[in-house]
């Protein structure tokens, strides 16, 4: 079921919903193009109706499969893509890692258009789906229960190159099934100041927040955040912060 969230609140911070990094460009006249990609009929479209009314949306396609959506992005070349994961033919998984096998090709050609942002919807917060989908490269996840404008949020937020996270549904995901990248943060040989960004960045504060817990400037945490996706071999922030999980290095009730 889709909530249309009329009158809802501004989207949770880390234990309650998603957060993000810098604030997003949600205005009217910062539009962020997307596909919407969910074998279910009824939810696709009922998304599409509801998002396109949310400002700075515009929906320009959709998709029943990951197949479809692989191809419809291709064609369409939206800004964002919310992914459902379990779709046939090629579940959102698979569609992911092909979107980003693309992203690697058009960097080694120099092709300037870059392939979308990934933002998986799912049903439960528990599934294992979605922590694969993180590791394959997208850049966090919904669920579908929350109202339409913090969908609409979620959207506008990776399209400004930050991330989605739900620290503790994640840090529950990861204990119940470890994906085997805990290995990637021995082997990265991080600072310790960069451990403590990627705490930080675990616990959902942004980029400034960051800075200004450390008491460093805002391009100094920016430098960092590059160097542990960097030694992570990260496919972003999302992605740095599930191996952080995976790797103990963020604990039970951490906070920052």
Same mark, same amino acid.
Not at 125 to 149: M, Q, W
Not at 204 to 210: T, V
Not at 217 to 239: F, I, M, W, Y
């Given at each position: /079921?889709?909530?249309?969230?009329?009158?809802?609140?501004?989207?949770?911070?880390?234990? +309650?919903?998603?957060?993000?990094?810098?604030?997003? &460009?949600?205005?009217?006249?910062?539009?962020?193009?997307?596909?919407?990609?969910?074998?279910?009929?009824?939810?696709?479209?009922?998304?599409?109706?509801?998002?396109?009314?949310?400002?700075?949306?515009?929906?320009?396609?959709?998709?029943?499969?990951?197949?479809?959506?692989?191809?419809?992005?291709?064609?369409?070349? &939206?800004?964002?893509?919310? /992914?459902?994961?379990? /779709?046939?033919?090629?579940?959102?998984?698979?569609?992911?890692? #092909?979107l980003l096998a693309e992203r690697a090709e058009q960097a080694e050609q120099a092709v300037q258009a870059a392939p979308p942002k990934v933002v998986v919807i799912t049903t439960f917060e528990n599934d294992d789906y979605?922590?694969?989908?993180?590791?394959?490269?997208? *850049?966090g996840f919904v669920l579908k229960r929350l109202p339409v404008p913090q969908i609409a949020e979620a959207v506008r937020v990776v399209a400004a190159g930050d991330a989605i996270l739900f620290p503790s549904a994640l840090?529950?995901?990861?204990?119940?099934?470890?994906?085997?990248?805990?290995?990637?943060?021995?082997?990265?040989?991080?600072?310790?100041?960069?451990?403590?960004?990627?705490?930080? /960045?675990?616990?959902?504060?942004?980029?400034?927040?960051?800075?200004? *817990?450390?008491?460093?400037?805002?391009?100094?945490?920016?430098? #960092?955040? +590059?160097?542990?996706?960097?030694?992570?071999?990260?496919?972003?922030?999302? #992605?740095?912060?599930?191996?952080?999980?995976?790797?103990?290095?963020?604990?039970?009730?951490?906070?920052?």
């Amino acid at each position: /079921m889709i909530d249309s969230g009329a009158g809802a609140a501004a989207a949770p911070g880390p234990t +309650g919903g998603p957060t993000g990094g810098s604030a997003a &460009p949600g205005s009217a006249d910062a539009s962020v193009t997307l596909l919407i990609a969910d074998d279910d009929a009824v939810t696709r479209s009922g998304l599409r109706l509801l998002l396109a009314a949310q400002p700075g949306i515009t929906v320009v396609g959709e998709a029943a499969d990951g197949v479809e959506a692989v191809e419809r992005a291709r064609l369409l070349r &939206p800004d964002v893509v919310l /992914m459902d994961v379990r /779709m046939p033919r090629r579940n959102g998984i698979e569609a992911t890692r #092909h979107l980003l096998a693309e992203r690697a090709e058009q960097a080694e050609q120099a092709v300037q258009a870059a392939p979308p942002k990934v933002v998986v919807i799912t049903t439960f917060e528990n599934d294992d789906y979605v922590t694969a989908a993180l590791s394959a490269g997208a *850049s966090g996840f919904v669920l579908k229960r929350l109202p339409v404008p913090q969908i609409a949020e979620a959207v506008r937020v990776v399209a400004a190159g930050d991330a989605i996270l739900f620290p503790s549904a994640l840090r529950r995901m990861v204990a119940a099934r470890p994906l085997g990248s805990a290995d990637a943060l021995p082997a990265a040989a991080l600072t310790g100041r960069e451990e403590e960004v990627l705490r930080l /960045m675990a616990t959902g504060l942004s980029n400034p927040e960051i800075a200004e *817990s450390l008491t460093v400037s805002l391009e100094t945490v920016k430098t #960092h955040v +590059g160097n542990v996706l960097t030694k992570l071999g990260a496919q972003n922030r999302t #992605h740095a912060v599930v191996i952080a999980y995976e790797s103990g290095l963020v604990v039970p009730g951490f906070t920052g």
